[in-house]
């Protein structure tokens, strides 16, 4: 299952989106408060609790400069999942963004989950655009 954020557009270079995004700590930032807790961060990964009770583990697992960052679930975490955050070069140092996720979910599963996740995937790119206006 494929769960998309708007694209949205920051006031930030590809780079800079890059190299803020790349760092599990930075996501705390991005991450909608009102659904996430218990955020802790190292250097390559990061784990919070969702609204709901469950736990996600994720790791930085493969990075195109300046134009994607992945994570990926690790053991942990209840839903098998690789966390894209896509960047596009734009002109006057701007720069557009969309958080992809690709989710192994059963049927029962994605009733569950989807509107949630969407939720979150949706906020974490609103947070962006705030944190760096056009």
């Known amino acids: 299952m494929i769960i998309e ?3 949205i557009v920051a006031g930030a270079s ?13 996501l705390e930032e991005v991450l909608p408060t009102e659904q996430i807790s218990e955020f802790e961060a190292t250097n390559d990964s990061c784990s919070f609790k969702v609204t709901g009770g469950f ?3 994720i ?5 195109e400069r300046p134009t994607l960052v992945r994570y ?9 999942f690789d966390l894209d ?6 002109e006057d140092g701007k720069a557009s963004l ?11 599963m994605k009733m569950m989950a989807e ?5 979150i995937f949706s906020g974490m790119a609103s947070a962006v655009e705030r944190k760096f206006p056009v």
Do not use: W
């Not at 590809?14 to 930075?26: K, W």
């Not at 053991?75 to 098998?80: A, D, M, Q, V």
């Not at 509107?115 to 939720?119: E, G």
């Open 72 to 80: 990926a679930s690790q053991k942990g975490t209840p839903i098998r």
């Open 55 to 57: 736990t996600v583990v």
């Open 98 to 108: 969309q958080v992809r996720c690709d989710a192994d979910l059963n049927p029962f």
């Open 59 to 63: 790791q930085r697992v493969k990075e």
């Open 14 to 26: 590809a780079e800079t989106l890059f190299d803020s995004l790349r760092q599990p700590a930075n």
């Open 85 to 90: 955050v896509a960047i596009v070069p734009l």
């Open 5 to 7: 954020s708007p694209i």
């Open 115 to 119: 509107k949630p996740l969407q939720a």
